[in-house]
């Protein structure tokens, strides 16, 4: 054998531990692969119940919102009927009572001028 030979030898030597030493993190990086491949899977098995429990709550809180907004709708013309009853009654009731209010004044006032000054009883 000549030296060529020997050095040969000694760089395949070294190439084959060289290989062997890059194949161990390929071979874990493999095994990560297969895991993440796996934990997906299984995320995707459960994630598909839980976006139909999902959507199913949404519905019934659509359904619940629709009601709601009819029972504001409703207050709101409830409120409204209200309010035009007092006007109404305030125009009805309001007006009456003012003119009997000035006029029971001006009563006590003709009353009142028409004591003489000293014939006043006590006030309470």
């Not at 030898?9 to 890059?22: D, E, M, S």
């Not at 692969?33 to 839980?50: H, K, M, Q």
């Not at 019934?60 to 006007?87: F, Y």
Request: proline share 4%.
């Amino acid at each position: 054998m000549s030296g060529g030979d020997i050095a040969g030898l000694i760089a395949a030597g070294v190439f084959a531990i060289l290989v062997g030493v890059i194949a161990l993190p390929l071979v874990k990086l493999g095994r990560v692969f297969d895991e993440t491949t796996r934990a997906i899977g299984e995320l995707s098995r459960n994630v598909t119940p839980l976006l139909s429990e999902t959507t199913e709550t949404l519905a019934q809180t659509n359904k619940q919102l629709a009601r709601v907004d009819t029972i504001t709708s409703n207050v709101a013309d409830a409120t409204g009927n209200i309010s035009a009853l007092v006007a109404l009654f305030a125009a009805t009731v309001g007006g009456p009572l003012i003119k009997l209010a000035g006029f029971s004044a001006a009563v006590r006032a003709a009353f009142r001028a028409g004591r003489p000054p000293g014939s006043r009883r006590n006030a309470a």
